[in-house]
């Protein structure tokens, strides 16, 4: 299966499960997972772990280290396209990613803010505290026909989610459209 997926980024707010989905979804397609967290400098986590939301300067460098790890670019040049939980929340930071990696695929785990707020009460985060999600979904630009996608519901459980995107991915879901702007399947 691995072989002809494309590189993936499982994106969405804080708090709506990119890190356990996206980490599940590897292990089900057999492919590397990166938390794209673990690739922020220093200086982002302090910042954000101050409550301060980043700015579009801020994650630029961050981006494209992440658009260079999908590209197979770090990490020992992985042979095998990997997902990466990344945030993704506005068109131009998609479109930078995609600027190393044409082909990605972007999972947009979507929910309600407050069922991803309950989410993070009941958590503990690092550098990412539950203030900052209001600023989340401010930034959040919705993922438009010509990028390539699935969209999938955070009420679902774990592993009916990551099987239902497995099979979107696998080409078997009703959502599927070739988009010729892109070389690969867009998922609605």
Known sequence: MSA?????????????????????????LGVPFYDGDDFHPPAN???????IPLTDADREPWLG?????????????ATVPPIVACSALKRRYRDLLRS???????IHLAGAAAT????????AH???????????????????????????DITQPPELLVERVAHELQGGGEQVRVNTDIA?????
């Not at 993936?8 to 804080?14: D, K, R």
């Not at 280290?65 to 040049?77: F, P, S, T, V």
């Open 65 to 77: 280290r992440l658009g260079e790890l999908l590209a197979g670019k770090i990490d020992g040049g």
């Open 126 to 152: 690092e550098f990412m505290p539950r203030t900052l999600l209001e600023s989340q979904f401010a930034a959040l630009e919705p993922l438009e026909a010509d990028e390539a996608h699935v969209l999938a």
């Open 4 to 28: 002809n997926l494309p590189p993936l980024v499982v994106m969405g707010v804080s708090g709506c499960g990119k890190s356990t989905i996206g980490a599940h979804l590897g292990q089900r």
């Open 45 to 51: 986590k302090e910042k954000m772990a101050a409550g």
């Open 100 to 106: 190393y990696a044409p082909d990605l695929v972007f």
């Open 116 to 123: 991803i707020g309950a989410r993070m009460d009941a958590r």
């Open 184 to 188: 690969g399947p867009v998922r609605a």
